[in-house]
């Protein structure tokens, strides 16, 4: 499951306030991607990264950036968060044996 | 947006194969054929994928047709934990995963 693991794994935070979710693996896997999943909406691309210090846009960035100084740690940022962002968060490494990508536990955000 | 199609909801008796199928009428030449399952409000796991041949492992196998745009997912023996939401995909480094098939196994 290339050892990912995401943290917080529940908040609830207020319009307005900037919130951080953190991803980490441990397998030294190149890509790295954040989803959101709410209902009637399957999985839905907010970023992705494929090395360090270098990211790309997917289907729904608006309202998100993302950083990784580091391979290990992908960070997700809402600057300022909306009641449209309570959502579920998943993040993904690309890699393994399987050569696929391998998802965490997720993320449960409830904005207020 | 997606770029296969599925069927939104399969009902299988338990102990019975689970065959679920999949269009992928956009899939490119260099382009996998992933399945995976979401139980739950876990993140998903993955099942299986191939490129051009059927392929089998310890959860499933996977058919994809010649002209490879369709593909189906069997589950030989379903049991009530195969109960999920199936994905199918087609892609390589970048997957979009669409609303997926709910499978219910029942008894």
Request: glycine letters at 8%; a negative charge; hydrophobic letters at 25%.
């Amino acid at each position: 499951d290339a050892g990912i693991t995401q943290s917080p794994r529940h908040k609830v935070t207020e319009t307005g306030t900037p919130v951080t979710l953190r991803c980490h693996q441990t397998e030294n896997h190149r890509y790295m991607y954040w989803y959101r999943q709410d209902p009637g909406h399957g999985l839905r691309l907010i970023h992705y990264s494929y090395g360090v210090k270098d990211t790309d846009k997917g289907e729904v960035s608006d309202g998100y950036s993302v950083s990784r100084s580091k391979t290990e740690d992908f960070l997700l940022t809402l600057e300022s968060a909306t009641s449209s962002q309570t959502s579920v968060y998943f993040c993904a490494a690309w890699g393994g044996t399987q050569e696929t990508q391998y998802f965490g536990p997720g993320t449960r955000l409830l904005v207020l | 947006d997606a770029k296969t199609t599925q069927p939104p909801s399969m009902d299988c008796a338990e102990g019975r194969a689970a065959n679920l199928p999949c269009n992928h009428s956009t899939i490119s030449g260099n382009e996998y054929v992933y399945w995976y399952r979401q139980i739950h409000s876990q993140g998903p796991q993955y099942i299986i994928h191939g490129l051009k041949n059927n392929e089998t492992n310890e959860m499933a196998s996977l058919i994809i047709t010649e002209d490879r745009k369709s593909s189906t997912l069997i589950l030989p023996h379903a049991t009530l934990r195969d109960t999920a939401v199936y994905y199918c995909i087609d892609g390589y480094e970048k997957l979009t995963f669409g609303t997926g098939t709910r499978l219910q196994v029942t008894l």
